[in-house]
């Protein structure tokens, strides 16, 4: 069992930056590959980025590609989402997850956080 909790969400303008954390719960966060969605209103959830247990895989949609970076540190049970270059349309709720598999697929996630908030103004 895997409990995620997300911070770091708020309003920036767009251009700005922030930087989402996930804190897991467990000893065996480091086993567990993690992803970040997010989900804006009447919309689907959908992938964001992911990386695999050890940190040395990621993989990004391309809407955010050279924009946000995913990384991990296992001995904090932490993963991080720098978002930089921000804009309108990345304003959504951002939701961490944990899953045995390496996936974009949100079905192969079978830990989720509760979400936090990020609103890009124009």
């Known amino acids: 069992q895997v409990q995620l909790v997300e911070s770091g969400g708020g309003l920036v303008q767009a251009g700005g930056s922030l930087r989402l954390s996930c804190a897991a719960s467990g000893r065996t966060f480091s086993s567990y590959a993690m992803g970040w969605f997010r989900q804006a209103p009447g919309k689907e959830r959908e992938f964001v980025a992911r990386i695999n247990w050890s940190g040395g895989s990621t993989y990004y949609t391309d809407s955010v590609k050279g924009r946000f970076t995913i990384s991990r540190d296992n001995a904090k049970n932490t993963v991080y989402l720098q978002m930089n270059s921000l804009k309108p349309e990345d304003t959504a709720v951002y939701y961490c997850?944990?899953?045995?598999?390496?996936?974009?697929?949100?079905?192969?996630?079978?830990?989720w956080g509760q979400g936090t908030q990020v609103t890009v103004s124009s």
């Open positions: 997850a944990a899953g045995n598999a390496f996936s974009s697929w949100k079905g192969h996630y079978d830990y």
